[in-house]
């Protein structure tokens, strides 16, 4: 199997402009305001709008076939053709079913969104032929029956479907996330000659504007994934998953928008996501149904501003936000505790530890509270500021049990309620990347981080976002466990006897077997992560104004980056000299205040 990296991404991805030192990323809004006045004015409104391309995207490979002659020339589905049939069949791929089934499994090298393009040339008798077409973000997914023990679903995108294809003619089907793609002839007595089977991929074309190499080419990768999986999900919303949670989920956007931030930088998609769930979650419901996404929004909105310093912006949220703060001072005890009600979730691996989710809702509130006195200081909402002070200083008198989890043990150390160096000494740094999240991993190392676990993390996320990697992943899963590893095959290969098929016999609560999404923008979090910590980028003041640069090796010889602001680019090159030390060679735009440590 190939490698790909972050620059054969771009390659293949991005039509846009490179030349983006001295701009933020023009955003698909002003992409749209930049029609032709008679397009632009035919749409009613930028919904009517869509700001992604598509590119056709060839297989890299035949994983398997049904034996001849039912399959004939299966390799001329690799070859680049022209996207238009023509009368004359020239070594075409055939499938052929006489009594035997007839079918072929395409690998199309890593995971996309969108479906495929199937050309035909000539049929039985020139009559349409049927075609079933399975999705799979795993070869044992595109293998597998619906239903099933191994849960096999079409939920939230139809990956498993009936097709009738043309004579002479094209079709195109599905908009999932796939990787791999099975097509099996129905017909009995039947032939179907394919000129081409391409994939569709849908994407918005985005600049890769941040970046990160450094001595390990491992952690290279891992940047490079994270940043790929929440490009794929960013389709017309900010989704979570491009299989499966096609939705936006606000409490999941929070390491989605600290990843774009990191890597596209200000793209209109988010605040979009945001209004969206706003608007549709009028007071005093809670966002997606849960209360703890209704104090992610506030959380997203704090490190939007941070970042864009848009005043008119947040001065729109300022109605709703000052509503929400004030619904959420309302839900403190007499003895101090959160008293937030159900659905009360931090996370899938968590949610069975109810210790853990009050420790862990505390912490956030708490958190949350913290933001929200922030923005109304910028909004000169002096009353609910004090209103969220004085609830923080009510939380902090009451210091909940961690439950022995490292979700709640994070959130602790990050709202100020725990000790970071113990927390990570008891219960973060135990047992190395097990009783992790996906999800929450992001949180755990910027935790451990404050506690200056920073060879921890490290370590962390080779071992854990690494260990996917090595089963074949080229986007982060939606959850994750160390101990499915054990004896367990790629996802890109058929599920040799005896081992374990580490898609569809693991996973938990939502997420059980093939329904498991290998595609989920929560997992990004590393890019983001050592973007701030090994980079060492770290925004002090709305609007990048002020950004202080603390780079943190470790076991690292070198790192180096670029980092997009409003203003454009910082770049940065960290090296170890001999006795230790870190040399730095630093350039940022004008208008940026760099402080060194």
């Not at 891992?222 to 999986?229: L, S």
């Not at 996906?438 to 676990?453: C, H, N, P, S």
């Not at 160390?482 to 996973?507: C, M, Q, S, Y």
Request: proline share 6%; with cysteine; hydrophobic share 40%.
């Amino acid at each position: 199997m190939k490698s790909w990296s972050v620059m054969g991404i771009i390659v293949v991805l991005m039509a846009t402009s490179q030349a983006a030192d001295n701009t933020s990323t023009a955003s698909s809004w002003n992409r749209w305001r930049q029609l032709p006045p008679p397009v632009r004015n035919s749409f009613q409104d930028r919904a009517d709008f869509d700001p992604r391309v598509r590119q056709y995207i060839l297989p890299h490979r035949i994983v398997w076939q049904t034996p001849a002659p039912t399959v004939e020339n299966p390799q001329a589905l690799l070859e680049k053709r022209s996207g238009q049939v023509t009368l004359d069949a020239g070594r075409p791929c055939v499938l052929r079913s006489k009594e035997s089934n007839a079918a072929v499994l395409l690998d199309f090298g890593r995971e996309l969104h969108g479906g495929i393009q199937i050309m035909v040339w000539h049929t039985h008798k020139n009559k349409p032929v049927r075609l079933r077409v399975r999705f799979g973000e795993s070869v044992s997914e595109t293998m597998a029956e619906l239903g099933g023990p191994k849960n096999t679903t079409n939920d939230h995108a139809v990956r498993d479907q009936t097709c009738l294809v043309p004579w002479l003619g094209t079709h195109e089907i599905s908009n999932t996330g796939f990787r791999f793609v099975r097509l099996d002839l129905l017909d009995k007595d039947a032939f179907v000659q394919f000129k081409s089977i391409r994939a569709v991929f849908l994407y918005r074309p985005l600049t890769y504007l941040g970046s990160f190499r450094c001595s390990d080419d491992r952690l290279n990768r891992i940047w490079n994934t994270g940043a790929y999986t929440v490009h794929l999900n960013m389709q017309d919303y900010l989704w979570d998953g491009i299989k499966r949670d096609r939705l936006v989920w606000i409490g999941d956007m929070h390491p989605e928008t600290m990843t774009i931030l990191s890597v596209f930088g200000a793209q209109d998609i988010i605040p979009a996501s945001l209004d969206l769930i706003r608007d549709e979650t009028p007071l005093p419901k809670w966002m997606n149904g849960i209360s703890s996404y209704s104090m992610w929004w506030i959380l997203i909105h704090h490190s939007w501003y941070l970042y864009q310093g848009d005043l008119t912006y947040l001065k729109q949220q300022q109605p709703y936000l000052t509503g929400l703060l004030n619904l959420l001072t309302k839900h403190i005890g007499p003895d101090h505790r959160e008293t937030l009600p159900p659905h009360r979730f931090l996370d899938w691996p968590s949610s069975a530890n109810p210790k853990a989710i009050h420790a862990g809702l505390h912490a956030l509130l708490v958190m949350t509270l913290r933001a929200g006195a922030d923005l109304c200081q910028e909004l000169g909402e002096d009353q609910i500021r004090q209103k969220c002070l004085d609830a923080v200083a009510r939380l902090k008198k009451h210091i909940p049990d961690h439950g022995d989890s490292k979700q709640a043990a994070a959130l602790m150390a990050l709202a100020d309620i725990a000790d970071a160096p113990t927390m990570n000494q008891q219960v973060m740094a135990v047992d190395g990347a097990r009783r992790m999240s996906t999800f929450y991993g992001y949180y755990v190392l910027q935790a451990r981080a404050r506690a200056g676990d920073y060879q921890g993390c490290l370590d962390c996320i080779r071992q854990y976002w690494g260990a996917m990697l090595d089963l074949g992943a080229t986007t982060f899963w939606e959850d994750f466990d160390l101990a499915w590893t054990e004896n367990a095959a790629r996802i890109d290969e058929l599920v040799p006897p005896g081992k374990k098929d580490i898609h569809g016999d693991f996973g938990n609560y939502c997420y059980k077997g093939f329904r498991h999404s290998l595609c989920h923008g929560w997992a990004s979090g590393p890019t983001a992560w050592m973007a701030e910590h090994v980079l060492g980028i770290r925004i002090l003041e709305p609007g990048c104004q002020t950004v202080r640069i603390t780079p943190h090796l470790a076991d690292l010889k070198w790192a180096e980056g670029t980092y997009p602001t409003p203003r454009g680019l910082i770049r940065v090159r960290h090296e170890k000299t001999a006795d230790g030390k870190i040399r730095s060679d630093i350039h940022a735009p004008e208008g940026i205040k760099i402080i060194r440590d």
